[in-house]
């Protein structure tokens, strides 16, 4: 089990930038992929990216791809999210998610093939 702390948030004007961070503690980082999730009111939580559990390898959601850019630290047990040119339609609150289920270089993309251990939550507001 894998605790998860999501931090970063807030509300910016349209095409600026955020940068999220996801704080895991519990278990050996190294063995999980990371995900984010995103959630707006209403709506199903949805993938936005993923990345590998050596980091190799990401995948994004097309309304993000050029936009959004996924890291980790393994070092700092921490996977960060950073968010240029938002979008209103970026407004959500953005969550972390892990899975030690695949092999190192596997990208998880939907949200069962990932532990049921998320974290609160941070809110992204973009303003128009």
């Known amino acids: 089990q894998v605790q998860l702390v999501e931090s970063g948030g807030g509300l910016v004007q349209a095409g600026g930038s955020l940068r999220l961070s996801c704080a895991a503690s519990?278990?050996?980082?190294?063995?999980?992929?990371m995900g984010w999730f995103r959630q707006a009111p209403g709506k199903e939580r949805e993938f936005v990216v993923a990345?590998?559990?050596?980091?190799?390898?990401?995948y994004y959601t097309n309304s993000v791809k050029g936009r959004f850019t996924i890291s980790r630290d393994n070092a700092k047990n921490t996977v960060y999210l950073q968010m240029n040119s938002l979008k209103p339609e970026d407004t959500a609150v953005y969550y972390c998610?892990?899975?030690?289920?695949?092999?190192?270089?596997?990208?998880?993309?939907?949200?069962?093939?990932?532990?049921?251990?998320w974290g609160q939550g941070t809110q992204v507001t973009v303003s128009s």
């Open positions: 998610a892990a899975s030690n289920r695949g092999p190192p270089n596997w990208v998880p993309v939907l949200r069962v093939d990932y532990d049921d251990d």
């Open positions: 990345i590998s559990r050596d980091g190799g390898n990401t």
């Open positions: 519990g278990r050996i980082f190294s063995s999980y992929a």
